[in-house]
């Protein structure tokens, strides 16, 4: 190897990767427009299905068209296996990985908060940095399902959704959705909740990247932030103002909080003006929140 070669690989080891954690019924291909934005920037990039996410999830032919309602709802579901740990466990070996090539970035949007701050605690020294963008980030209450019955959450529209929810939670071990349904009321209700600043044809093709089942016990794990190791971890959260999922005084219930915890090392807070998942409708904004952090 010439020198020059050497100071390029070096400089090149220097960069940080982004690696991105999507929240519940989601999977890697919900990051795509971030990830282009990012690329053109020049930066590394990498997005995580979680286990049983993506190419690994389950979609039974009930679910397909036509629909078989009463099929899909007892269909035993693979996901109900996976726990919170498990998707803590797969994210640590990625980054471990990546941190090999230079510092990790890892970034983790709605219920993939849990999973980045059980990243932060198992392995702060991985890590460059930790961004919630409007995700759960569980420091006084354990779990999202605790956070998620607070007053902070009470104009949370989610639970507008639960009519679209299938079959029964405790015999299947999952939550489950039919995101297929046509049902004009569902589709209202869950655009408010998601992604109201979307045209419907945006909308729907968003809905088509969902997968039906999330693992309850994530919900329900204890996900709390540890000040002896996430604590190192220098945290940014990008609030989403327009945000009917998570609304945006619980955003700032959950960094004040950490705020509390972790008073020498407190979260640095970007605001984009955006919904639950319409922020990769601003793309090219949250690219550049990002490529600021670096």
């Not at 949007?109 to 701050?117: D, K, P, R």
């Amino acid at each position: 190897m010439t020198q020059a070669t050497h100071r390029d690989a070096s400089r090149e080891k220097g960069q940080p990767t982004f690696v991105f954690v999507h929240g519940a019924g989601s999977n890697s291909f919900s990051w795509a427009p971030l990830l282009r934005e990012l690329t053109l920037l020049g930066h590394r990039t990498l997005a995580v299905d979680l286990p049983g996410h993506g190419f690994d999830a389950q979609f039974p032919i009930s679910y397909q068209a036509p629909q078989d309602l009463e099929a899909f709802a007892n269909e035993p579901s693979s996901m109900a296996r996976f726990t919170l740990q498990d998707n803590v466990d797969h994210v640590v070996d990625i980054v471990r990985r990546v941190a090999v090539h230079g510092p990790v970035i890892l970034v983790g949007a709605s219920m993939g908060g849990v999973t980045i701050s059980g990243v932060g605690n198992a392995v702060p020294d991985l890590l460059a940095r930790l961004v919630y963008i409007s995700a759960w980030c569980c420091v006084d209450l354990p779990s999202i399902a605790e956070y998620s019955q607070a007053p902070e959450n009470n104009e949370s529209l989610l639970p507008s959704l639960a009519g679209v929810a299938v079959g029964n939670p405790t015999q299947i071990g999952v939550g489950r959705a039919n995101y297929r349904s046509s049902d004009p009321s569902f589709l209202a209700n869950a655009k408010a909740a998601l992604m109201a600043e979307a045209t419907d044809d945006q909308f729907r093709a968003f809905l088509n990247t969902l997968q039906p089942d999330e693992s309850i016990s994530v919900m329900v794990a204890d996900a709390r932030v540890d000040a002896r190791t996430w604590g190192r971890v220098p945290h940014s959260y990008i609030r989403l103002t327009q945000d009917r999922s998570i609304p945006l005084s619980m955003q700032n219930k959950m960094i004040a909080e950490a705020d509390a915890l972790t008073p020498n090392n407190r979260f640095d807070v970007r605001t984009v003006e955006s919904s639950h998942v319409g922020f990769i409708l601003k793309a090219r904004e949250v690219a550049g929140i990002l490529a600021s952090l670096v």
